[in-house]
Nanobody, 125 residues
Framework: EVQLVESGGGLVQPGGSLKLSCAAS????????VGWFRQAPGKEREGMSC???????HYEDSVKGRFTISSNIAKNMVYLQMNSLKPEDTAVYYC???????????????????WGQGTQVTVSS
């Protein structure tokens, strides 16, 4: 059974950093595509970044240069390092998996098969 569990969210001041973790089970993170998404209150879900089976990464313009996605195959984890956080980054953050072995990825959202429960990130002074 595929399961994803996010952690690492919290309250951080503007300009600060957080590192989110996504613990995967039921599959190997280097077999499938894993993405990070977020949803702020009253807004649509937004894709931010993904990592393909071969480690190729993709970033949306909204986070490019500030966020970094990575994986640890031995621990079966995917991470999202978030720097220079802004109040508009406040949202519930989700990791998701697209059950396909691919050397490319994107974050439209509808192609992802499994989702975690989310972790809250609040950026406020």
């Amino acid at each position: 059974e595929v399961q994803l569990v996010e952690s690492g969210g919290g309250l951080v001041q503007p300009g600060g950093s957080l590192k989110l973790s996504c613990a995967a089970s039921g599959f190997n993170v280097d077999d499938y595509v894993v993405g990070w998404f977020r949803q702020a209150p009253g807004k649509e879900r937004e894709g931010m970044s993904c990592i393909a089976s071969d480690g190729t990464t993709h970033y949306e313009d909204s986070v490019k240069g500030r966020f970094t996605i990575s994986s640890n195959i031995a621990k079966n984890m995917v991470y999202l390092q978030m720097n220079s956080l802004k109040p508009e980054d406040t949202a519930v953050y989700y990791c998701a998996v697209e059950a396909i072995n691919s050397d490319r990825c994107d974050v439209r959202g509808d192609e992802y098969d499994y989702w975690g429960q989310g972790t809250q990130v609040t950026v406020s002074s």
